[in-house]
């Protein structure tokens, strides 16, 4: 999103701060630029016998989230597509966006890391003006507002679909959220993946998905069910072990959120294809 190159100070605007809501300001003071500019609600036409979508823009895929004993796994492949191609191997599905909390996206390239990053401002904007940190509720209650505002894209084609999920100061666990195209707010309790491989990822989660699982039994499980979904599913990226490339696999608790290098997927990763070569 681009500004107006003539930046009006913050404190000349006039607008109601009631809400300490930065995309709220925004778009009171920049509607044209939160506006479906350049799209149409055209469906695919046929030129010389192939059919041309309207608009073809990168695609993220797979992604999801588990709880275990101590907190909560996030992960993502790392495929974008664009219709039957691939558009990019190394893009990153899985973001933190506060020290407690961590968005994975699936859907539109380009909305999705847009929606990531005036998340991260938002949150931050929040903390400045009330001296004090959102609620994990008032944090995921943000986002659905700005799936709700990207509403008129999303029927156009560019969906915004995010998991959302982090550590509860107030209730002392972690919680996962999930959403719909209008921004619909969900709480799931165990677990969740969302995207073209979804409902593979969730199938593989099912079946070796267990309650208060510890943390590297957790890990494997989210491994595993990545693995099943791209080999099921065109759109998913698998590991790459030849180019280096592997999930991301995001971990959090109350001491925050880590990540895991690519060192231990890459083992991980060796043991999981072992074990699937010899049938167990």
């Known amino acids: 999103m ?3 190159l003539k930046f009006t100070p913050l404190r000349c605007l006039e607008f109601n701060d009631s809400e300490s809501s930065f995309h709220q300001l925004l778009s009171n003071r920049f509607p044209s630029h939160f506006a479906s500019k350049g799209l149409t609600n055209q469906t695919p036409t046929l030129d010389g016998g ?30 974008a597509t664009e219709g039957y191609s691939i ?35 938002e949150l931050e904007h929040y903390e400045k003006l009330e001296g004090l940190k959102l609620s994990m509720e008032g944090k995921a209650s943000k986002l659905a507002a700005m799936i709700k505002g990207n509403l008129p894209m999303a029927m156009q084609g560019l969906v915004v679909m995010p998991i959302f999920a982090g550590y509860d100061v107030k209730r002392q666990s972690c919680r996962i959220y999930k959403y719909d195209v209008a921004g619909g707010q969900y709480e799931e309790a165990e677990y969740y993946a969302i995207g073209s491989g979804g409902k593979d990822a969730r199938g593989s989660m099912k079946k070796i998905f267990k309650k208060d699982l510890p943390r590297e039994e957790a890990i494997t499980v989210a491994i595993e069910a990545l693995y099943d979904a791209a080999e099921a599913d065109v759109a998913t990226g698998g590991p ?25 997927l890459r083992t991980r990763l060796n043991q999981l294809i072992a074990r699937s070569q010899q049938g167990g």
Not at 53 to 76: K, N
């Open 2 to 4: 681009e500004l107006p």
């Open 50 to 79: 192939q059919i041309v979508s309207p608009l073809l823009v990168p695609h993220g895929t797979t992604v999801l989230a588990l709880r275990f004993l101590d907190g909560v796994i996030v992960a993502g492949d790392r495929r």
């Open 87 to 121: 558009a990019e191997r190394r893009i990153e599905k899985v973001h933190a966006v506060d020290e407690t909390s961590v968005i994975a996206i699936a859907g539109a390239a380009g909305p999705c890391m847009e929606m990531v990053r005036l998340l991260r401002v």
């Open 240 to 264: 790459d072990l030849i180019r280096g490339i592997f999930p991301t696999v995001k971990v959090i608790t109350k001491e925050g959120v880590s990540s895991l290098s690519d060192d231990e």
